[in-house]
């Protein structure tokens, strides 16, 4: 049965859907344009059934100093333990950055530091203060700009090294096909930097090793061989997971992965899911809608928080937000672990009612700032949900993550908070490509008619930024060349002058050429002028916001690809070569698409 006509039926008996056992059928999705991606996809949890793979490549051992290059320590240089030399080092390299002015930085690393050192470095090296990293820093900038300064040939021999290493470990044999490995090579040891202000940034990643390893490869397959003298962890054949190696990283106690690049087939197979997900939200959003808007009134408290959110999410495209352990991530938040000290309401504020202000560090510790008014009920609720409570108290206090999403499926099969995220972002930019392109357009114009959509977009999910570093000069050095074109066209008008005056006296063909040949110039210029007004019209607006992140992440690429198509715009405009492999499935999209 259809979720509204069954919707329907539950209203008709008393009782909410949310309150029904059964869960409603699947809303049918539109029509795709990628029905043979559909046909190939697996009817069971079995997502290969052969995978042969060489392994991860781990990064050489560590190459000690050469003589000279020392830590000096309260004035003296100190020869240190090969352990303690090569933590040294990791932070010795990273002295230009902004990282190791942080106090929490320093202190982490010094504690890792000093774990690795013998008991006499413990001894002698008691206070961060005291070290001084310069000769090493000096020594691994000297070293990368002797990289860049290698002759052509050496950089070529580089190059042709990389690639055959990338042949060797970074392709694997799935299902009979050659396909493309994301990550082949295990990070190096390191400092942990972490996003925004992480309490553990400074600690030292350490480095993996082939017995922290588990390998998964077909049952059939050849196991591929750990380095010399070593072995893997385990080795599993588990074909319902699709990567290819896994291991516990040292800082966070967080899983990593081997997977396959995201051109790989089984990798688009994931990227159409998610996005026919989001698509077949459109077909029953509004009976959730009028749901959690009636819900906003009932005697549950409970149902009222999650309606309550539910309108965060849809509304502000808020991320759902899982509850953290204190001490272990930076303090972000999403909608359900929002506390009253990032709410303020306003029963009236710059001639508007009903004002709610968020403020508070979304994910990658980015501010999330913004003040809408809302419908009474939600405002009064809010009131409801933060009163009596401490700053630091959660206002969904009856809410999580898992009980939201648990709800979200029994309106549709794989619905959770983040497909909401996904559907509002790609409708937003269906709608404002539809609002902001004209056919007429020049294709510079039309560019900047889908930046600005996909900026909309952008803004929407809080993908912000700061200005970024070169930003003044790149936007000086366009400006410059729009003088030098204006200076050029100046010059070319007053030739075409001359060259039309001397047609008009002459009237033969070699002056006609000339005056045809003038008019050309002028009209490339002119439209060269365009491009750069445009660019830095995109650069200046784009100067706080990340467009990738939403356009790889959120936004449909059949959307793109169908405006591409329809408005004349070639997709390599678009999506880099990268990122064409990436969506390699959508390419054939219609141009009358919709999402």
């Known amino acids: 049965m259809h979720a509204a006509a069954l919707l329907r039926l539950g209203r008709a008996a008393g009782v909410r859907l949310g309150d029904v056992s059964r869960r409603p059928a699947s809303v049918v999705a539109p029509k795709s344009s990628t029905a043979g991606w559909e046909e190939e996809k697996s009817k ?48 010795g390299k990273m002295l230009h950055q902004e990282y190791t002015t942080k106090e929490v930085f320093q202190n982490n690393f010094f504690n890792d530091w000093r774990k690795e050192m013998t008991e006499e470095e413990r001894e002698l090296i008691k206070h961060l203060d005291k070290c001084d990293f310069t000769e090493i820093h000096r020594h691994f900038m000297d070293k990368a700009a002797a990289r860049k300064a290698l002759p052509r040939e050496e950089k070529q021999k580089l190059k042709e090294e990389a690639k055959k290493l990338q042949q060797e470990f970074g392709y694997c044999i799935l299902d009979g096909q050659r396909e493309k490995i994301s ?41 591929p061989e750990p380095p010399a003298g070593h072995q893997w962890k385990e080795v599993r054949s588990d074909n319902t997971v699709m990567w290819l190696a896994t291991w516990t990283e040292s800082v966070q106690n967080s899983v990593k992965y081997i997977t396959l690049n995201p051109s790989s087939k089984l990798k688009g197979q994931r990227d159409q899911q998610k ?10 959003v509004g009976e959730i809608r009028s749901q959690y808007r009636a ?161 909309a977009v952008a803004v929407l999910c809080n993908h912000q930024r700061a200005a970024p570093r070169t930003f003044m000069k790149s936007l000086q050095t366009l400006h410059a060349k729009i003088e030098a074109k204006k200076a050029q066209a100046a010059e070319v008008q007053v030739e075409l002058v001359k060259a039309k005056a001397n047609h008009l006296t002459r009237g033969d063909s070699k002056s006609r050429r000339l005056l045809q040949k003038q008019w050309q110039r002028l009209q490339k210029l002119e439209e060269q002028l365009i491009q750069l007004s445009a660019q830095v019209k995109d650069k200046e607006e784009n100067k706080h916001v990340v467009l990738g992140t939403s356009k790889l992440s959120y936004l449909d690429p059949r959307i793109s690809i169908a405006w591409c198509k329809k408005f004349g715009v070639p997709v390599e405009k678009v999506y880099t070569k990268t990122q064409r492999e990436k969506f390699t499935w959508a390419l054939d999209t219609a141009e009358d698409f919709e999402f």
């Open 44 to 91: 069971d949890r079995v997502r290969w059934r052969q995978l042969e793979h060489r392994g991860p490549y781990f990064v050489p051992a560590y190459e000690p100093l050469p003589d000279g290059v020392r830590i000096v320590y309260d004035g003296k240089p100190v020869k240190l333990s090969l352990a303690a030399e090569e933590v040294a080092t990791l932070y």
């Open 183 to 223: 990550n082949f090579k295990m990070e190096p040891p390191g400092l942990f930097c972490g996003r925004g202000n992480h309490p553990k940034m400074g600690m030292l990643k350490r480095r993996i090793r082939p017995e922290d390893v588990t390998i998964n490869c077909g049952r059939d397959a050849k196991i």
């Open 275 to 284: 996005y026919e997900a989001a698509r077949r939200l459109k077909g029953v």
């Open 295 to 455: 819900d906003w009134t009932s005697p549950d408290v409970k149902k009222r928080q999650r309606a309550v959110a539910l309108y965060f999410i849809d509304k502000l495209a808020l991320r759902a937000g899982n509850r953290k352990e204190e001490g272990e991530t930076a303090d972000t938040v999403g909608c359900c672990s929002l506390r009253v000290e990032h709410v303020q309401l306003h029963a009236q504020a710059n001639g508007c009612k009903y004002v709610v202000e968020l403020d508070f560090l979304g994910k990658d510790s980015i501010s999330y700032s913004n003040r809408m008014s809302v419908e009474k009920p939600v405002f009064e609720n809010l009131q409801l949900f933060m009163k009596n409570k401490s700053p630091g108290d959660h206002v969904f206090d009856k809410l999580t993550t898992s009980s939201l999403n648990k709800h979200l499926q029994a309106w549709m099969d794989g619905l959770t908070a983040k497909v909401f995220r996904t559907y509002n972002a790609s409708i937003t930019l269906q709608k404002q490509l539809q609002a902001l392109t004209h056919a007429n357009d020049s294709q510079a114009s039309k560019i900047l008619a889908y930046n600005r959509a996909n900026r």
